[in-house]
Structures are given as C-alpha cells and as structure tokens.
C-alpha cells in the first residue's frame, strides 16, 4: 500500500495512507495576523481535500478557521475536548466534528488514531474562553506516523518508537 506524506510550511501536513488521506493542523493561507510565508507556495486548494482533519490545539497557527472554511463538508473533523464552540461554524457546513481526550482511540478509513498528551498550552490566547488539551496523535494504518503539532511530547517513549515518520 502506497503511503505518503506531504509538508506544507509551519505544522500543517498532509498524510495519504492508502485511500484515506489525513490533513494535520491545517494553515493553508499566505498569511495568518502577522505571519506570512516566505519560503515555499500557498498550498494548492487541493491540499484542503481532505478526509479527516486532525488539530493538535486551538492556537490560530494550528486552528485556522479560514483554511478549515476549505475543507470539503464530507470531512470528517477531530479536535481536542472543548473546541466545539470555536468549531461550530464548521461544524454547521456539514463537517462531522468530534471531540477528543488523550487516551481515546478513533478508527476511520482503515486507519486507528491513537490520542495522545502533549505539553503546551491548549487555550485559543491567554484569557480566551477557548480552552482544551493540546494533543498528539499516532495515526497506523499500513505505517505509523507521529505527529505532535508544535508541541512537546508528554509520553511514555514506548509510545512513540517504531513509527515510519514524525
């Protein structure tokens, strides 16, 4: 089975594992407040055409609501516990949205995605009331694949060995 794995600039990458394919903290835009890229192209709109949508936390850099406003409404979304609210106006677009707490296993597309902790902080800003855990995810299906966001890990190492990437 061919598994690949694309890098579009800061966090956001995409996996394709066979059939499914896995969009991870998607920014999608040229700029974001004061950021802006510098290196590399706007990814294509392709790289919105995801299947599954994996946010690690709610910082803007990594729940970009104008890059999740490009996902297809056939996604299906996965976002730390508390994030409803801040998601509602993707989730209303027909996106499926489910919450998630480390330790939780999801299975979809022939893939099983393990939830787990990380360390960082999990509000939107300081003094929002956007607020969850910040997360890694091992996705496995024909590889396995780590990716903890920005954040550090906060896992037992035996978690973490024999993956294909990080």
Request: with cysteine; glycine share 10%; net charge positive.
């Amino acid at each position: 089975m061919t598994c690949t794995f694309t890098w579009w600039g800061h966090s956001t990458s995409t996996w394709q594992d066979g059939g499914t394919t896995v969009l991870f903290d998607p920014v999608l835009t040229a700029r974001l407040g004061h950021l802006r890229r510098v290196r590399g192209p706007v990814p294509r709109r392709r790289a919105a055409l995801a299947d599954l949508i994996l946010i690690s936390h709610l910082h803007a850099d990594h729940t970009h609501l104008p890059s999740l406003r490009l996902i297809p409404a056939s996604a299906v979304l996965i976002a730390p516990a508390g994030s409803r609210r801040l998601l509602r106006p993707i989730a209303t677009r027909g996106v499926e949205l489910r919450e998630v707490m480390p330790g939780d296993l999801v299975e979809f597309g022939g893939l099983q995605i393990r939830v787990l902790a990380a360390d960082h902080d999990g509000r939107r800003h300081p003094g929002s009331p956007h607020r969850g855990p910040a997360l890694g995810y091992l996705v496995e299906g024909s590889r396995r694949c780590w990716y903890p966001g920005d954040t550090g890990p906060n896992l037992a190492l035996d978690e973490v060995t024999n993956v294909d990437i990080a």
